[in-house]
């Protein structure tokens, strides 16, 4: 038998001097390579132990930290957008609780079984299941197969995030994971993606407005309220691991704080019924763009702010972006003669003039180095006070108004609101134009009969006449009702101080000069069955700056019923009309049947007694 070192010694038939060389030099190479080995050994381990000395004991903390961020996978909560309703509670913008589908290829490749080994039940399950859900998703999503098989079985980078489909309805993915379970297939999961939608459309579009494709508010109250609406994200966290989530792993969990809900003081049903009469207008009149509003002189609350044209807010993105801003705020425009309303109700106050004093109205008078004219060419006539508001004169208007002092007009117009932000709420607001108190002459005509010297915005306007309905009091107009926080807490938003621009007998009196003026109208366009009512009319020239020349009209009509005691406000401007050219013509219809519909609408007693005629002249004219 052979030893196992028989081969280190020489065959004894050899000679000796050779036994020796063969013998002993082999030995000494073998015993260095094995010194050699060992030593490197030796260093090896030492490098292992050392290596696991810093890792168990002096980076035990860091490395350990390391590992868990690579297992942890963490998932923003999104908080559910406050609701808006309107006044009485109709729902005009509300969240609904949609996912992203995602499917992880990883996991539909192996059924669920990770990196554990597959027995050939498992691997024939796995080569089934793509097909498999692809079928369940065209059940529930709609589509073909072809339209998922590439995400479920994509591999390489990415492998376990594939988008499936955005905005699926919560009900609607459970439905897909309860059918998956049945058939014992995984590789789906969710991601939460509420969804902002407005159940009635373009209904109050301009006054809602929009949120982008971040969930941002974009326009309208959904960006002036988007701080408050959105709420606060939460988070959560948990540990992960190629087999699926880690059931006793860390979990960290911070519940989201959903939006606060909004309360308007907007009637859906109201202005529903305003859109669809504005509308109509400004088809009639083939008109640029048109707005009209309806509101509660005692309180300032807005119950209609339409605008025609207008948007979808369901696909906000894809709007004309012209037809988003809501112009009642953002497009000042010369009011006409509806501002005479405001002036003469200043004189009045101030007690420069009455009603019933007489004005000598010649066919034209200078102002600066042009002269004005009225709107309808006259000579010389004589007009009462009430007279000149009722025949909208211009030139009457003007000599009038040069009884007060530029400082004392200002300030009431001022006082009435114009000039400054009314802080409804809605963004890009304008502060109109209201010239200085030092203006100069031509500037305080223009001013006094709303000539091109001024500028307000529908709100403004609407407000400042208000005021007069309202006893002589101003309200800030207001649009917001009130607010719920997620706990059911509600909060009455605080109003404005109101404050007193005239006093209580001189609105009485520009009531009766408005009612006045309505009876004037032989087309009666201002007739409203069973109501005494008052009213102004508006018609300015626009100016535009592509040929610096006036081109174009503004038309409008402001007015408010019972005069007895005013319920409501309706105000109604059309832009740039061809069909027509006055406020009394092309708003007039317009306004005549919104204010039928919401006295209707709200009940509002009907007007009893003898309704008063008084003369608009000494004189009897044509």
Excluded at 44 to 49: D, H, P, Q
Excluded at 412 to 433: A, D, M, N, Q, R
Aim: proline share 6%.
């Amino acid at each position: 038998m052979s030893r196992p070192l028989d081969r280190f010694f020489a065959d004894r038939a050899r000679s000796g001097s050779s036994r020796k060389r063969r013998v002993r030099l082999p030995l000494a190479r073998s015993v260095g390579r094995v010194r050699s080995l060992l030593i490197v050994v030796a260093v090896v381990f030492s490098l292992a132990a050392g290596r696991a000395v810093q890792v168990q004991a002096i980076d035990a903390n860091n490395v350990a930290a390391e590992a868990a961020d690579q297992m942890t996978v963490s998932h923003v909560l999104p908080a559910f957008r406050g609701t808006i309703t309107d006044r009485n509670g109709e729902v005009l913008a509300q969240t609904q609780d949609t996912v992203k589908v995602i499917a992880d290829a990883r996991q539909i490749r192996t059924n669920g079984r990770g990196s554990a080994p597959l027995s050939d039940a498992d691997r024939e399950a796995a080569a089934a299941a793509p097909a498999k859900i692809a079928a369940i998703l065209v059940q529930y999503l709609g589509g073909v197969p072809e339209d998922y098989l590439p995400r479920l079985t994509a591999s390489g980078t990415g492998e376990s995030y594939q988008p499936i489909r955005q905005k699926v309805p919560a009900a609607t993915y459970r439905q897909i994971i309860a059918a998956m379970a049945e058939q014992k297939l995984v590789g789906l999961r969710s991601e939460n993606q509420p969804t902002r939608v407005y159940p009635n459309g373009v209904l109050a579009a301009n006054v809602l407005g929009f949120v982008n494709d971040n969930g941002d508010g974009a326009s309208g109250l959904e960006f002036a309220l988007d701080k408050t609406l959105s709420g606060v994200d939460g988070k959560e966290a948990y540990e992960d691991s190629p087999n699926g989530r880690i059931p006793l792993g860390d979990n960290a969990l911070v519940e989201p704080v959903n939006g606060l809900d909004y309360r308007l003081t907007l009637d859906a049903g109201l202005q529903w019924q305003v859109e669809q009469v504005l509308g109509d207008r400004m088809r009639l009149t083939n008109a640029t763009t048109g707005m009209a509003m309806v509101m509660n002189p005692k309180t300032g609350e807005v119950l209609a702010l339409a605008q025609y044209p207008s948007f979808d807010p369901n696909n906000g993105g894809k709007a004309d972006q012209n037809n988003v801003p809501n112009r009642a705020v953002t497009d000042p425009f010369t009011p006409g003669s509806v501002q005479k309303t405001l002036t003469l109700s200043a004189l009045i106050d101030m007690g420069l003039i009455k009603d019933t004093d007489i004005v000598t109205v010649p066919e034209k008078v200078r102002s600066g180095d042009q002269y004005i004219r009225d709107a309808e060419d006259h000579g010389k006539i004589r007009l009462y006070v009430r007279g000149v508001l009722a025949k909208s004169s211009n030139i009457g208007t003007i000599l009038l108004s040069r009884k007060a002092s530029k400082q004392a007009l200002h300030d009431y117009w001022v006082s009435f609101g114009l000039g400054k932000k009314t802080g409804i709420g809605l963004p890009g607001e304008s502060s109109g134009i209201l010239p200085a108190a030092d203006m100069p002459d031509y500037a305080r005509d223009g001013a006094a009969f709303g000539g091109s010297a001024v500028a307000v915005t529908m709100v403004q306007e609407a407000a400042a006449v208000a005021a007069i309905a309202n006893k002589g009091v101003y309200n800030k107009p207001t649009l917001i009702a009130s607010t719920t926080k997620a706990d059911g807490t509600v909060a009455t938003l605080p109003l404005a101080e109101p404050h007193r621009v005239v006093s209580e007998e001189t609105a009485s009196t520009m009531l009766s000069m408005m009612e006045t003026m309505a009876q004037q109208s032989v087309s009666h366009t201002f007739d409203v069955p069973g109501y005494r009512v008052g009213a102004k009319t508006g018609t300015s020239k626009k100016f535009d700056t592509s040929c610096n020349c006036f081109r174009g009209l503004v038309t409008s009509t402001i007015g408010v019923a019972p005069v007895e005691d005013p319920q409501l406000l309706v105000y109604v401007v059309v832009d740039n009309p061809t069909r027509g050219s006055s406020g009394s013509s092309v708003a007039g219809p317009a306004w005549q049947d919104i204010m039928n519909i919401a006295l209707t609408r709200y009940g509002v007693p009907q007007t009893t007694g003898k309704v008063p005629h008084l003369p608009v002249s000494p004189d009897k004219l044509r």
